[in-house]
């Protein structure tokens, strides 16, 4: 114990107060303050308040001009410490609670919208050729509604639905971000640290000078649950209880009222009879009462009319026509063809990787790693004109088996050529001979998926020309087909909307449009500029450099390796992934970013970063860095009691932080978290190359 037996310049020949963090300690410090009481040793008394300050700067590593000052500090550092414990359950609750009425809000919302457009049906005698057969309204095929009358009823019933989902929605969302709120502020002078102060000092106040002393001890040897000290002694009180973080959320939350609570009414009748206007109302309040609720009920419809409006019409008639699409989805039906997990390549090609098959005897149904659905067949099915499936017993040129994909998020079947070659030079030399053939009676049949895009080929949009040049430059260059989303060759950079262009032996696909980059092309050589003229990269024979103006400069690829960047999200990582030059995931010859950080709590999106980051570490990715590690600001989210000289070379750095306490590993940034996670790997990092290295 640092203090022990320490009587030098002590009169009184009392040692001082001792912190051994335990319940020994807190004991033995109680018996001292019981023997001066008993003694009247009040210059003993007067000096353990300076022992409790220094204590308290050794602590939190800052220093006072006072003991008050200092108790009070420790006060809201106590507090706030116990709230970020507690509130974490409560975050989750209340995150849970807003996501599940989100999904509720966004079913009805859809549900809505499928009865406006009956309803437009109706009002022009359309009553038995409904457009939305195929479609269902809580399992009730649309069609089936065959008067306003009827349709009113469903209407209002779903509108109450939408109402208490909305509200609740909006309620607990606020609520979560409140939460959120008190539980990672690191000003102590806001309002609710402030208020847990005042119920510490209360509880503080109740007490004489030498009771004072003994709890002040008490705290700073962490006698908190479930530590305790014996029956008759003073023990430290906790204010920030999950019950009480969560009540102050629920009083102190922004975000007012919903328009669809009930008490918007009470809201809008308010302000009505605050500015006075009631008084000068025939009806007095009971007239105001009723203008509040008929501008509520204006604003209600506004904000519904907005939302419908929002719905995209055709993604909901694609997303309703894929449940009623026949051949194909009879055939994929998980009680004929049982799904299981099964771990394979088809074709062997390690772009093709899935995670679970069935089959029915006759045809395969494979789930893939990225969520597509693909099927196989020994006869062809050809898609027809409204995107069913129907048998077609012909062959089809070099194919023994014939393949189908749905795309993760899509809502229809394509043709899938899937050939055993992984050379896209080969694949769309082949394809241009099957859609010249076909020409005239299949335009479009012929799907090729390239990365997360479907290119359609035809005879006259796919030229030799084409694939040479695809083989010479790696690159090539897409444009919309009018009145389709599939994507077709131009010849000309200023027409393209996307490009593919090789990476090593990867593609990076890159979406002009979305992005806004501009894409100039010479010779060999792709840039890609910003809308004001700047180079953002370029890619020379595979080989892609990044112009990063940040920590270690320019990003140059290594075009047989997937080349991993980790750092901080906001103003770092984010402004690359924007670019639309990155992937998530396996990309050798290209970047590969994690993306926005995603989960429900803290703990599922570590869970979820650290997994990205294995595979990182198992397929031997270049590790490189975009943020100093040195920076304790990268690092440590939440800094306080956090040692700043361990950041002074990357060997102290890295001791510090495999030997963080648990505590203290909660306190890490995702970054901070990467960066510890993959010293415990093995990893060093070299500040030349700026890169975490074996």
Not at 456 to 482: C, H, K, M, N, W
Request: one cysteine or more; charged letters at 20%.
């Amino acid at each position: 114990m640092a203090n022990c037996c320490n009587t030098e310049n002590n009169p009184e020949n009392l040692p001082d107060i001792s912190f051994g963090y335990n319940i020994q300690a807190a004991l033995t410090a109680h018996a001292l303050i019981q023997q001066a009481r008993d003694r009247a040793l009040n210059q003993w008394f007067d000096k353990q308040h300076t022992v409790l300050k220094n204590e308290i700067e050794k602590q939190l590593f800052k220093s006072f001009t006072s003991y008050n000052e200092a108790r009070n500090t420790y006060f809201k550092h106590f507090e706030a410490e116990v709230t970020r414990k507690h509130s974490r359950p409560i975050s989750d609750k209340y995150q849970s609670r807003y996501l599940d009425k989100a999904n509720s809000k966004s079913i009805s919302i859809n549900n809505l919208k499928l009865l406006q457009l009956r309803e437009n049906e109706l009002k022009v005698g359309n009553i038995n050729n409904s457009s939305y057969a195929n479609f269902t309204f809580n399992g009730t095929p649309i069609n089936q509604i065959k008067s306003i009358t009827q349709l009113q009823t469903l209407w209002n019933n779903e509108l109450t639905s939408f109402s208490n989902a909305y509200s609740g929605y909006h309620n607990d969302y606020y609520t979560y971000l409140k939460i959120r709120q008190v539980s990672s502020d690191t000003d102590y002078n806001n309002p609710y640290i402030l208020e847990l102060l005042n119920k510490q000092l209360a509880n503080y106040n109740q007490y004489d000078r030498w009771q004072q002393l003994n709890l002040m001890q008490s705290y700073l040897n962490k006698i908190v649950p479930p530590l305790a000290l014996p029956s008759g002694y003073i023990n430290p009180k906790i204010f920030a209880s999950p019950e009480y973080i969560e009540n102050y959320a629920l009083k102190n939350r922004d975000g007012g009222v919903s328009v669809f609570d009930d008490a918007y009414i009470d809201v809008i009748f308010g302000q009505i009879v605050n500015s006075g206007v009631a008084n000068t109302l025939p009806g007095g309040l009971q007239q105001a009462h009723y203008i509040a609720k008929g501008r509520t009920e204006n604003l209600r419809k506004e904000e519904l009319n907005k939302l419908l409006g929002q719905v995209n019409e055709e993604s909901l008639i694609l997303q309703q026509f894929n449940n009623s699409q026949t051949q194909l989805e009879t055939l994929y039906n998980d009680n004929k063809i049982r799904l299981k997990p099964n771990i394979g390549k088809i074709n062997n090609r390690d772009d093709q990787k899935y995670t679970h098959f069935g089959t029915d005897g006759v045809y395969g149904v494979y789930i893939m790693e990225d969520g597509s659905r693909v099927m196989s067949s020994p006869t062809q099915l050809s898609l027809n004109a409204t995107g069913q499936l129907v048998a077609q017993f012909t062959a089809e040129i070099g194919n023994s088996h014939y393949w189908y994909i749905k795309l993760e998020g899509s809502n229809e079947w394509a043709n899938y050529l899937l050939k055993s070659s992984t050379s896209l030079a080969d694949e769309l030399r082949t394809t241009a001979l099957l859609s010249a053939q076909a020409l005239g009676k299949a335009i479009g049949k012929y799907v090729l998926p390239v990365e997360d895009i479907k290119i359609l080929l035809s005879g006259t949009d796919f030229e030799g020309q084409q694939v040479s040049r695809y083989q010479a430059g790696g690159f090539l260059l897409l444009t919309i087909v009018p009145g389709s989303k599939a994507l077709k060759i131009v010849g000309n950079a200023a027409d393209a909307v996307k490009v593919v262009v090789k990476l090593g032996s990867n593609n990076l696909v890159v979406d002009t449009v979305k992005t806004g980059l501009k894409i100039v092309t010479d010779n060999n050589i792709v840039k890609f500029l910003s809308q004001t003229g700047n180079e953002i990269a370029r890619i020379v024979n595979g080989v892609m450099t990044f112009k990063y103006a940040g920590f270690g400069g320019n990003i140059i690829t290594n075009p047989n390796k997937t080349t991993t960047l980790i750092g901080k999200w906001e103003g770092y990582l984010d402004k690359i992934w924007e670019t639309g030059l990155a992937k998530h995931g396996s990309n050798k010859g290209g970047l590969n970013i994690l993306g926005e950080p995603f989960g429900s709590n803290v703990a599922e999106i570590w869970a979820n970063n650290k997994t990205w980051l294995d595979r990182a570490i198992s397929r031997g990715d270049i590790i490189r860095a975009t943020a100093n590690p040195l920076d304790i600001n990268n690092v440590f989210h939440i800094k306080i009691g956090i040692d700043p000289t361990k950041f002074t070379d990357i060997n102290t750095l890295k001791n510090y932080l495999l030997n963080l306490t648990p505590e203290k590993v909660e306190q890490l940034g995702y970054y901070g978290r990467e960066i510890r996670h993959l010293f415990q790997n093995g990893y060093i990092f070299n500040s030349t190359t700026k890169q975490f290295i074996k």
